[in-house]
């Protein structure tokens, strides 16, 4: 099964900026064409530039300081999905944080694709040297996919572990987590009570998404992972007495 993550994000100002509206519809049209699974990123209007090329004490949230963002990099290079999909390139950052995203995705065997594959004529040569760039990261991506592949086939899990899941002690197989299982269980039946995602996430101490991505996904999706990476325990043999 392929996971796709939606990434949605306009800035502050120009007019001709591509509406949300339009970014949700069509960015969301190609990852349920390219993925089984959608997530989403929407991070609605928000500054594309980071600490990289930004004062970081200023007023302004940069985008690398957004923690919605910083844990969807982790998942991202941990593996978690398949295909990023965004708008265009300069939806996803429009600075050289986009590399650190482009590589986080390389480490976790993940594309990247877009709907709209147009240049930008203000900054030519930043939007040319990421084209070649992510040309060159081609081969690693197939690589990085290739060994996940393998791992998968072995019912090895890859990735970043779900809320309410754990890694057994080989760090290959899932398992229910002592404390989290419960607290997922919980979570998903408060949400069905029409609970807010905040006040759920403030009791459980995670993000407003994570808790999203949990009650969306529902117990049936735990349980399968578990179905599918869970360790199966070994038969005991029947000992034998002359």
């Not at 459980?204 to 049936?220: D, F, H, K, L, Q």
Request: charged fraction near 35%.
């Amino acid at each position: 099964m392929k996971r796709a993550l939606a990434w949605i994000r306009k800035s502050k100002g120009s007019d001709d900026d591509v509406g949300l509206e339009l970014q949700r519809e069509e960015v969301h049209a190609l990852a349920e064409e390219l993925g089984d699974e959608v997530d989403t990123l929407d991070l609605g209007v928000q500054t594309g530039f980071s600490t990289l090329t930004r004062d970081p004490d200023a007023s302004t949230t940069w985008i690398d300081q957004h923690l919605d963002v910083q844990d969807t990099v982790e998942e991202l290079r941990s593996g978690a999905y398949d295909v990023l999909v965004a708008f265009d390139d300069r939806r996803v950052a429009r600075d050289e944080y986009f590399s650190v995203i482009e590589h986080a995705a390389v480490q976790g065997g993940c594309d990247v694709a877009f709907v709209s594959d147009d240049v930008e004529t203000d900054d030519l040569a930043f939007d040319i040297q990421r084209r070649v760039e992510r040309k060159t990261k081609d081969e690693e991506i197939k690589k990085s996919k290739a060994a996940v592949k393998e791992k998968q086939e072995n019912g090895h899990f890859h990735g970043t572990v779900p809320f309410g899941l754990a890694f057994t002690a080989d760090k290959m197989h899932l398992e229910k987590h002592p404390v989290e299982w419960d607290q997922l269980l919980d979570a998903i039946e408060r949400r069905e009570n029409g609970e807010t995602l905040a006040s759920i996430a403030d009791d459980i101490g995670t993000s407003a998404p994570t808790v999203s991505r949990m009650t969306n996904r529902g117990v049936e999706w735990y349980e399968e992972k578990l179905r599918e990476y869970g360790r199966e325990e070994p038969v005991p043999h029947a000992s034998n007495q002359g």
